[in-house]
């Protein structure tokens, strides 16, 4: 179970939610309205007050860096800090099992990250979380930069990981993905978010 209690930063107004394990939330707004700000709010990557806690630990009682491994946020655009795709998976083995799932052929992971395509980056910044086995996976955008096929091949993969019981909060633009991958959604509006009708 995720908890979230009166989390607030910035435009960000306070925010409660309760995530179980095996569930995909779904939040949509426009842009500037708050939902990357509540993302990086939850991994602990930027100061905000109120509580977050996992499977009844508190953030406050872990490291930054355990807190992120069980808690991984993926931005739309991931960073990218040395030359060689495979450099920047710390279980590359895990992950070359996923590779042509996700559309990959040959040896990407001996590529460097310049020739990568924005969609391609964005696959395997996806994958790069997913190896260290996360209980709790904040997705920004996470297929924004990927064609319906691309897409599909992503959401089976995510489906299959919602359904061992990880965890998804997802910030999407897509009525149709939110419809497809989670249970509940939310809509941001100027910082305040609102769940809506099913």
């Known amino acids: 179970m995720l908890k979230i209690e009166h989390l607030s930063r910035a435009v960000l107004k306070p925010v409660s939610l309760e995530v179980p394990a095996g569930i995909c939330v779904a939040i949509r707004g426009a842009s500037g309205s708050g939902k990357s700000l509540l993302l990086r709010a939850i991994a602990d990557l930027d100061p905000c007050s109120g509580r977050v806690s996992l ?60 020739r990568l395509s924005t969609g391609e980056r964005q696959r395997l910044a996806l994958l790069r979380a997913m190896v260290q086995s996360p209980r709790v996976l904040l997705l920004d955008e996470p297929t924004s930069a990927l064609d319906p096929e691309a ?44 769940e809506e009708a099913s």
């Open 55 to 114: 499977d009844g630990t508190e953030r406050s009682a872990m490291a930054a860096n355990d807190w992120r491994r069980r808690v991984t946020y993926v931005a739309a655009d991931s960073g990218w800090w040395t030359d060689k795709v495979g450099d920047h998976f710390e279980y590359p083995d895990i992950a070359a099992g996923y590779l042509v799932r996700l559309g990959f052929h040959g040896d990407v992971m001996s590529w460097p990250v310049s």
């Open 151 to 194: 897409t599909a091949k992503v959401e089976s993969l995510l489906h299959e990981k919602i359904n061992g019981g990880i965890i998804i909060v997802m910030v999407t633009h897509d009525a149709g993905q939110a419809a497809r991958m989670s249970k509940r959604r939310f809509r941001m509006q100027d910082g305040v978010l609102s």
